[in-house]
């Protein structure tokens, strides 16, 4: 089935260590955006990215890093810089021809710092 | 800054009793707007979306939602409400501009017998 994919669904990270979530997809869509979601918050833009080795930051960018080198694939590391990175981090994908651009999220990843 | 805004942080309303969750937006032209629907610990599922045309919108799970240019809104609407729809819902909007699609803060529905 097409659909997006995020691994783990918990993740626990020492303070001072790095980690990376996983972001795939099948749904050969262009654009793919990771959001952070903290409670009364919303989901806050981290990076997003249009097209393959191209990325742009969010609105939250510093203390998380990402890559695009597979129109599938999108992980999301959280840097030792991110001073509170506990939270869910969702990750979707869009396409951007045609009259849609609507998203289509991944289940999310839960980490904690302990 | 374009946004979209969801006033209200928490609403709750009776079974079987109608709905209506607030969404404005602010963008210099028409944005394609949605509405999304999130479970405890789960993703986000899209229950419609506004591109142009027709101003009311129908979506999954009898849900519907009207474009008003004139106020800046796009209000989703449900005519009886059943238990299974206390969730959180966000409004969002998708800017060409800077290819940047934005959410509200959301709106958590409680439903009460």
């Known amino acids: 089935d097409g659909g997006i994919t995020q691994s783990p669904k918990y993740l626990f990270r020492k303070e001072g260590q790095n980690v990376t979530l996983s972001c795939e997809q099948n749904?050969?869509?262009?654009?793919m955006y990771w959001y952070r979601q903290d409670p009364g918050q919303g989901l806050r833009l981290i990076y997003y990215?249009?097209?393959?080795?191209?990325?742009q930051k969010g609105d939250i960018a510093e203390g998380y890093s990402v890559s695009r080198e597979k129109k599938e694939s999108f992980p999301l590391t959280v840097t030792s810089a991110q001073k509170n990175p506990t939270a869910f981090y969702l990750c979707?994908?869009?396409?951007?021809?045609?009259?849609?651009?609507?998203?289509?999220f991944g289940q999310g990843t839960r980490l904690t710092v302990v | 800054a374009q946004s979209v805004t969801q006033p209200d942080i928490h609403i709750t309303v009776s079974e079987g009793a109608s709905l209506e969750l607030r969404c404005n937006y602010s963008?210099?032209?028409?944005?394609?707007l949605f509405w999304y629907v999130q479970s405890p610990g789960q993703g986000l599922q899209l229950l419609l979306k506004?591109?142009?045309?027709?101003?009311l919108v129908q979506g999954i799970k009898g849900f519907e939602a009207e474009f008003k240019r004139s106020q800046s809104s796009f209000n989703l609407r449900k005519p009886s409400v059943h238990w299974s729809d206390a969730a959180e819902y966000f409004c969002?909007?998708?800017?060409?501009?800077?290819?940047?699609?934005?959410f509200g803060t959301g709106t958590r529905l409680t439903i009460i017998p």
């Open positions: 979707a994908s869009s396409g951007l021809t045609g009259v849609t651009t609507e998203a289509f």
């Open positions: 749904l050969n869509h262009d654009a």
């Open positions: 990215s249009q097209i393959v080795n191209d990325f």
């Open positions: 963008y210099g032209a028409t944005p394609y």
């Open positions: 506004y591109f142009s045309g027709d101003t």
């Open positions: 969002a909007g998708y800017n060409f501009g800077n290819e940047k699609l934005t």
